[in-house]
């Protein structure tokens, strides 16, 4: 390792696909450039394997992080879903979930602001992958309640973050 150089062989910050890419690499979860501007790999969360996509914004200066827990909301299922969502939200604090109108995929998004140099650290890209899969495995129990097992939204949430608390 080269002076300034991370355990990824980065200098402390790096283009953000670029950073994300080496923090997968090292992991050894499998991904694929999409451009020099998008990155896709997939993580195993407790529950499932997330896919996670980072698209750069350039003329933003925000790198967008999506976790999709393949879950995908049928059209008789979707008011309650909604419902489900902003209860969801309400405990966010980094991030929210959506389901795109394209497909009710469900998914979780946060888009980060970098500096004006549009570098990202190695403990940043660390903690937005981190967060999106720990807020996805955090609710995943509340979709399945609802989309699978029938429950309402408010007993759903409920019962996910009991059995998340109870967990060691």
């Not at 002076?3 to 950073?19: H, R």
């Not at 059209?75 to 309400?90: G, S, T």
């Not at 190695?122 to 989309?147: G, M, S």
């Not at 429950?151 to 060691?168: F, N, W, Y």
Request: with cysteine; glycine share 8%; aromatic share 10%.
């Amino acid at each position: 390792m080269m002076a300034g150089e991370n355990e990824y062989g980065l200098g402390e910050d790096a283009a953000p696909v670029e950073m994300l890419a080496a923090l997968f690499e090292a992991r050894g979860w499998p991904f694929k450039s999409l451009s020099d501007d998008e990155i896709l790999g997939e993580i195993q969360g407790s529950w499932t394997k997330y896919q996670l996509r980072g698209i750069w914004r350039r003329e933003d200066h925000v790198l967008q992080l999506l976790c999709l827990p393949d879950i995908r909301v049928s059209d008789d299922k979707l008011r309650y879903a909604y419902e489900l969502l902003a209860m969801v939200n309400e405990q966010m604090w980094l991030g929210h979930f959506d389901i795109w109108s394209n497909g009710n995929v469900l998914l979780y998004r946060h888009g980060a602001m970098l500096g004006a140099d549009g570098m990202l650290g190695l403990d940043q890209a660390q903690a937005l992958v981190e967060t999106a899969v720990e807020e996805c495995d955090r609710f995943y129990p509340a979709f399945q309640f609802v989309l699978w097992g029938d429950k309402a939204p408010r007993a759903a949430l409920d019962s996910a973050l009991v059995d998340a608390a109870g967990e060691a």
